[in-house]
């Protein structure tokens, strides 16, 4: 029990990187000497030092390290990346004793860092907590067993099932309480979806304006480049992909990618953000995008603001979760947010 206690430990603490890791896994780290944490770290910046090297500059007393357990959510790396390999700096500090919740799916590690440890005498404990750390970095599993993002839906229905007025006219569905929350969602997930007609009659900016944190990249989807510039989209402020079967030039902040029009286009869209390291995609609609996405299977989980006050008698009907998996329902404010896993 105290194993899984001190690794719940560096689970929360891997939780405060959310949003900053990416294309990196949030990943915590704790130091344990004679039952009492002399450090703890987490990976705090992409590109900054990883758990267990904050972990360990932490512990005052170094000359301990080598009587102490180490526990970490994630296999210590293995390979030179942005910063050194974690598991050899382990090795160097004569850690004996580590506990790690997951092993590291991405090809450059996947083991390699457990067998440097364990060929340096290191005593290796794998999976304590495992589902939890699965949970915590789906994002970064999903990532490199499907070789895509991991794909969120996000929308909000009237009572009576609409997504939108007629003419596709906006109409404020959710409450402060679902807006402020979704903002906050921006700021978790790497980019952020929307098609051509959300753009078009929305004019989002897909931006953090309720919330602190980073700005995710914009992505979206007009196939015959019929979107006008001075839409906020373009404005150059956030990296903004395009995904089109036209040629364009690309612009400050501004990409245009062009995919063929005799293939698939989701997959091919898939495919270029995963080459682009790209964790994760939150889909803010609209409805044929996000029925798309459903009937091809393409997706994780789904949130849903249900309002419980609203209603239009017509319009744009919402998305129907045929096979969604309801895992709870919560009340925020006058709107219920319903969230569904991909079963």
Not at 19 to 34: A, F, I, K, L
Not at 57 to 68: F, G, H, I, M, T
Not at 261 to 280: F, G, K, T, W, Y
Not at 325 to 330: C, S
Request: hydrophobic content about 40%; aromatic content about 8%; some cysteine.
């Amino acid at each position: 029990m105290s194993d899984e206690r001190y690794m719940r430990r560096a689970l929360e603490l891997a939780q405060l990187g959310g949003g900053y890791t990416s294309p990196n896994p949030m990943v915590g780290c704790v130091v344990v000497h004679n039952g009492r944490i002399i450090g703890e770290g987490w990976h705090q910046q992409y590109g900054g030092p990883h758990a267990e090297v904050n972990a360990v500059a932490a512990v005052a007393d170094k000359s301990l390290l080598p009587e102490s357990r180490v526990y970490v959510t994630l296999e210590p790396c293995s390979h030179f990346g942005k910063t050194p390999p974690c598991a050899d700096m382990l090795v160097s500090h004569g850690v004996k004793d580590v506990v790690i919740c997951n092993t590291d799916p991405n090809p450059l590690v996947a083991g390699r860092g457990i067998k440097k440890l364990t060929d340096a005498g290191a005593q290796v404990k794998v999976g304590v907590l495992e589902q939890e750390g699965l949970e915590l970095n789906k994002r970064f599993f999903t990532f490199h067993a499907q070789k895509r993002p991991f794909i969120l839906l996000k929308w909000a229905e009237t009572a009576d099932g609409f997504i939108a007025a007629a003419n596709y006219k906006q109409e404020q569905i959710s409450g402060p309480l679902a807006r402020r929350l979704v903002h906050k969602w921006r700021t978790e997930e790497q980019a952020i979806m929307v098609g051509t007609r959300t753009a078009l009659h929305d004019n989002p900016q897909l931006n953090v304006r309720a919330w602190h944190g980073p700005y995710p990249l914009r992505v979206i989807i007009d196939r015959a480049l019929q979107l006008p510039l001075h839409l906020h989209l373009f404005d150059g402020a956030q990296p903004t992909v395009v995904y089109t079967y036209k040629q364009q030039q690309d612009q400050e902040n501004l990409y245009f990618v062009q995919l063929q029009e005799e293939a698939p286009l989701l997959p091919q869209i898939m495919q270029d953000l995963h080459q682009r390291n790209v964790l994760s995609v939150m889909v803010e609609g609209g409805t044929y995008l996000l029925e798309s996405l459903l009937q091809a299977n393409l997706w994780d989980e789904a949130l849903v603001f249900k309002s419980q006050q609203k209603t239009l008698g017509e319009g744009i009907k919402a998305p129907v979760m045929a096979h969604g998996r309801l895992q709870g329902i919560q009340t925020l404010g006058t709107d219920q947010l319903l969230h569904y896993r991909n079963s």
